[in-house]
C-alpha cells in the first residue's frame, strides 16, 4: 500500500485546513488509517484514525471537536478537515495505514507498517 498525504499549508489562527491520504496498490478492507503529526523538537503524535470497514472514528482527546476525519471509498482516500487552528497544530502531518489494526492499536505509531510522506502545515498567530 502507497499513501499520497496533501492539502498542508500556511493559514492564520482560527482557520481551517482538509489534509487528504490517497491510498493505492491494495485493497483497504480491513485497514486502520490514521493521521499522526510531528512539530519540530517534538515526538510523532497520534491526531486520530478511522476504520477502512464500518468507518468508526477515534481521536486524541486534546483534538476532539476540532479535527474530524473521513473517508471516501470511491476515491480510496482519508480526509482530516481541521478547524480552529492553533499555532501549537503547526506540525507535518503524516497519514497511515494498517491491516487488521485493533483499535486499541490505533495511537501507537509502531502498529502501523505504511507511511505516507507527510504534509506541512503551519498556523500563525
Known amino acids: 500500500v502507497q499513501l499520497q498525504a496533501s492539502g498542508g499549508g500556511w493559514v492564520l489562527a482560527g482557520g481551517s485546513l482538509r489534509l487528504s491520504c490517497v491510498a493505492s496498490g491494495g485493497t483497504l478492507s480491513g485497514y486502520g488509517m490514521s493521521w499522526f503529526r510531528q512539530a519540530p523538537g517534538k515526538e510523532r503524535e497520534f491526531v486520530g484514525g478511522i476504520k477502512w470497514t464500518g468507518g468508526s472514528t477515534t481521536y486524541a482527546n486534546s483534538l476532539k471537536g476540532r479535527f474530524t476525519i473521513s473517508k471516501d471509498v470511491t476515491k480510496n482516500t482519508v480526509y482530516l478537515q481541521m478547524n480552529s487552528l492553533k499555532p501549537e497544530d503547526t506540525a507535518v502531518y503524516y497519514c497511515?495505514?494498517?491491516?487488521?489494526?485493533?483499535?486499541?492499536?490505533?495511537?501507537?505509531?509502531?502498529?502501523?507498517?505504511?507511511w505516507g510522506q507527510g504534509t506541512q502545515v503551519t498556523v500563525s498567530s
Open positions: 497511515a495505514a494498517a491491516p487488521r489494526l485493533m483499535t486499541t492499536m490505533f495511537g501507537v505509531s509502531s502498529s502501523y507498517p505504511y
